[in-house]
T-cell receptor
Framework: GAGVSQSPRYKVAKRGQDVALRCDPI?????LFWYQQALGQGPEFLTY????????KSGLPSDRFFAERPEGSVSTLKIQRTQQEDSAVYLC?????????????FGPGTRLLVL | AQSVTQPDIHITVSEGASLELRCNYS??????LFWYVQSPGQGLQLLLK??????LVQGIKGFEAEFKRSQSSFNLRKPSVHWSDAAEYFC????????????FGKGTHLIIQP
């Protein structure tokens, strides 16, 4: 079946521009996560949704980062006034139930380069 | 706060040789532990997970991992590696609370020599 998809796969932005990254989770999956992976590092948690509710946004690095999932399916991560330090791969993951032991399924990521 | 340490940044193994990738965690309660693999241009793929029961866990692609509470470790092993195993490997622990977000180690880059 279809996995988690993300678009665009690559994004180049000039410093100061706003960007929007899209995540299509596996159909029916309740939980959705965003992670940021800097070059040579492991992914770092940004935010978590259960259906349309954003239950945890403790990992968002600044108020320039904003995420939404208005209908409990597709999610968008928006970064305003991008900075060079925002350059990273942004990963989306979903899982079909809540619960710590449930598997998160990851998308291929969006590679963002801020010039 | 929970944390995961993968002490080896790079490991080189000859094809057909055995493999062990180290992972140490710091977590106050019973940990939920995962190993993921990331190939170039690919998303993270779950190899195996542990949350209770038998401390030796079998995963996909011939991998296994052993949970040792006394050593706070969850090392990944494979008896005989293949060239296709070359990738980045991440150990992760669930963050806990209500959020379920994963805390990852920095990863180990596995190189396979012919």
């Amino acid at each position: 079946g279809a996995g988690v998809s993300q678009s665009p796969r690559y994004k180049v932005a000039k410093r100061g521009q706003d960007v929007a990254l899209r995540c299509d989770p596996i159909s029916g999956h309740v939980s959705l996560f965003w992670y940021q992976q800097a070059l040579g590092q492991g992914p770092e948690f940004l935010t978590y949704f259960q259906n349309e509710a954003q239950l945890d946004k403790s990992g968002l690095p600044s108020d320039r980062f904003f995420a939404e999932r208005p209908e409990g399916s597709v999610s968008t991560l928006k970064i305003q006034r991008t900075q060079q330090e925002d350059s990273a791969v942004y990963l989306c993951a979903s899982k079909d139930r809540t619960g710590w032991q449930e598997t998160q399924y990851f998308g291929p990521g969006t590679r963002l380069l801020v010039l | 706060a929970q944390s995961v340490t993968q002490p080896d940044i790079h490991i080189t193994v000859s094809e057909g040789a055995s493999l062990e990738l180290r992972c140490n965690y710091s977590y106050g309660a019973t940990p939920y532990l995962f190993w993921y693999v990331q190939s170039p241009g690919q998303g993270l793929q779950l190899l195996l997970k542990y949350f209770s029961g038998d401390t030796l866990v079998q995963g996909i692609k011939g991998f296994e991992a052993e949970f040792k509470r006394s050593q706070s470790s969850f090392n990944l092993r494979k008896p005989s590696v293949h060239w296709s195993d070359a990738a980045e490997y991440f150990c992760a622990v669930v963050s806990g609370g209500g959020a379920d977000g994963l805390t990852f180690g920095k990863g180990t880059h596995l190189i396979i020599q012919p």
